[in-house]
Nanobody, 124 residues
């Protein structure tokens, strides 16, 4: 049974930073892929960072590239999303996801099977 738990959301002023964490049970982040997503009210869900633990490669869309950083803590089976220089448009519910059940192209273009409960990020 896979369980993902996000933590670290909150409210911050524009230009500030937050760090989100996703801790997994029943799934090995060090050997597999995972993704971070966000969804703002009235908008589609979008990926904001992807990590492939086995080869330590990451992918970020242009909207967050250079501002968001992913780090991997294998001892804690946790993947962190460091978000810097936050903007109001970064506001949304952030989710982590794991276990790619359908790959639609590149390694990060996945439909993930398991999702966390989400953590709110508000930038004002």
């Amino acid at each position: 049974h896979v369980q993902l738990v996000e933590s670290g959301g909150g409210s911050v002023q524009a230009g500030g930073s937050l760090r989100l964490s996703c801790t997994a049970s029943g799934y090995d982040f060090s050997a597999n892929s995972m993704g971070w997503f966000r969804q703002a009210p009235g908008k589609e869900r979008e990926g904001v960072g992807h990590n492939y633990g086995r080869v330590s490669i990451r992918y970020f869309p242009n909207s967050v590239k250079g501002r968001f950083i992913i780090s991997q803590d294998n001892a804690k089976n946790t993947v962190n999303l460091q978000m810097n220089d936050l903007k109001p448009e970064d506001t949304g519910m952030y989710y982590c996801a794991a276990a790619c059940k359908v790959q639609r192209g590149k390694w990060y273009e996945c439909e993930y099977e398991h999702w966390g409960q989400g953590t709110q990020v508000t930038v004002s």
